[in-house]
């Protein structure tokens, strides 16, 4: 039986300005996704990355992607994230950079994986509170992607 | 998880850009940054001042994303050179942590690899390499302890110098076969910088293998560090401690095993 495999490329966009974080949609990512491949490898890199190349959820308020793509040319399209400087969107350029987190084969893998992280930050994160409020606001938005949520998420950004 | 460092963080006199970057650097998992001062000794006799004190820059540093210690600071210094005589002197020298030597010339590149007591060399990436690597100079290095430095900021900044970077790149790992090498960030500004695993899929395209790739941000790099410590002591035995440093090092120092201290006082 053929199977077809993939990759699910969970990453973190990295911006210096956390406001210009909520302007992010996934055409953008995609389209500079796809710019970026095309200019570090060529023809070949922009043929194989409009195969079964798509991004699949963005969590505009955590900055979290998930890119998937085939198995056999994943680490061309990851060799290629370095290096993009800016994502464009509706004309407004934000300065950003992709911060590769976690390859996984499904979908759950990485959500496994992202569950985890969140608990990690929200270590990192609530010690620095000021208030209460921003507390249970941090809190709220970085549990909002648990395992048993995650298809409402997903169809809601989709 | 293992420990991955960024070796090189251009100093700026700008104390908030540096601090955002630190603070960047944490955040995406490096546990150690050295912030690299750079001299240039051709332009008349620049001289090499002290390193400013990590403690000023923080009252806390930041904690390490996936880990609970802070960040670890150190300090860098890197002499662009094309004369062998310009690297003489060594008081100074015991100020920083790690000494690097950026040599323009094919003979200080010969001389840099076999006798000067540097930590690490740096590559050229801004421009063609102006000489051929030989296998003698490296193989020389490789011995000692020596490590090749590949820097990757200026190749997101530019096309060109993108080019200059693989090519140069692919030239040292067809002489070193990929071994002492490390690829930092030569970052100015936090949105140059890259989290690990991307730097070592990075290393893919230098054509350094998979194991390779993830051992150059890894333990390429702690043994660097160790290389620069070992030269603050005396043949490898006695240890002087700096009091703002934590006791830990000491003890670091210490667990050292005897096959290894015999190895560093040889290579002395």
Not at chain 1, 41 to 59: E, I, M, P, R, T
Not at chain 1, 91 to 99: A, I, M, S, T
Not at chain 2, 141 to 152: D, M, T
């Amino acid at each position: 039986m053929v199977r077809l495999k993939s990759r699910y490329l969970l990453c973190e966009v990295c911006v210096s300005d956390r406001r210009n974080l909520s302007l992010l949609d996934d055409r953008a990512i995609y389209t500079a996704t796809k710019a970026a491949v095309a200019r570090a490898h060529g023809d070949y890199g922009a043929a194989l990355s409009s195969l079964g190349f798509s991004v699949k959820y963005l969590n505009a308020h955590t900055g979290i992607v998930f890119l998937r793509c085939r198995k056999s040319h994943y680490r061309l399209i990851w060799s290629a994230l370095p290096f993009i400087t800016s994502l464009e969107n509706r004309g407004q350029r934000v300065p950003c950079f992709l911060n590769c987190l976690h390859v996984g084969g499904t979908i759950r893998t990485c959500q496994k994986f992202l569950v985890r992280y969140n608990t990690q930050q929200l270590h990192r994160m609530l010690p620095l509170c000021q208030s209460e409020a921003e507390r249970s606001e941090i809190r709220k938005s970085v549990l909002s992607c648990t395992l048993k949520k995650e298809a409402d998420d997903e169809e809601e950004d989709e | 998880m293992a420990v991955f460092m960024d070796l090189n963080i251009t100093y700026t006199t700008d104390k908030k850009r540096l601090r955002s970057v630190i603070e960047t650097a944490a955040h995406l998992g490096y546990s150690t940054v050295a912030i690299n001062y750079v001299v240039d000794l051709q332009q008349k006799k620049q001289e090499i001042g002290k390193p400013k004190c990590v403690l000023e820059l923080f009252d806390t540093f930041p904690i390490v994303q996936g880990k609970s210690r802070p960040i670890k600071v150190l300090n860098r210094l890197t002499v662009v050179a094309s004369d062998p005589s310009h690297f003489r002197p060594n008081a100074e020298y015991k100020a920083y942590d790690l000494v690097a030597v950026y040599p323009t010339t094919e003979k200080l590149f010969h001389a840099a690899c076999m006798t000067f007591d540097v930590d690490i060399i740096c590559v050229a990436v801004i421009e063609k390499q102006p000489f051929f690597f030989k296998r003698s100079p490296i193989n020389g290095a490789i011995e000692r302890g020596v490590f090749f430095e590949i820097s990757y900021t200026p190749a997101i900044r530019d096309s060109t110098m993108r080019r200059y970077t693989i090519a140069n790149a692919i030239s040292l790992m067809e002489t070193c076969k990929g071994k002492n090498v490390i690829v930092t960030s030569g970052a100015e500004k936090p949105l140059e910088l890259r989290g690990p695993y991307d730097i070592a899929n990075l290393g893919l395209l230098f054509g350094l293998s998979e194991g390779d790739g993830k051992a150059a941000i890894s333990t390429n790099c702690r043994a660097v560090h160790l290389h620069g410590e070992t030269r603050k002591t005396a043949l490898g035995i006695v240890h002087s401690m700096k009091s703002e440093q934590p006791l830990t090092e000491r003890q670091e120092k210490e667990d050292v095993p005897a096959s290894k201290r015999a190895k560093i006082e040889m290579a002395q």
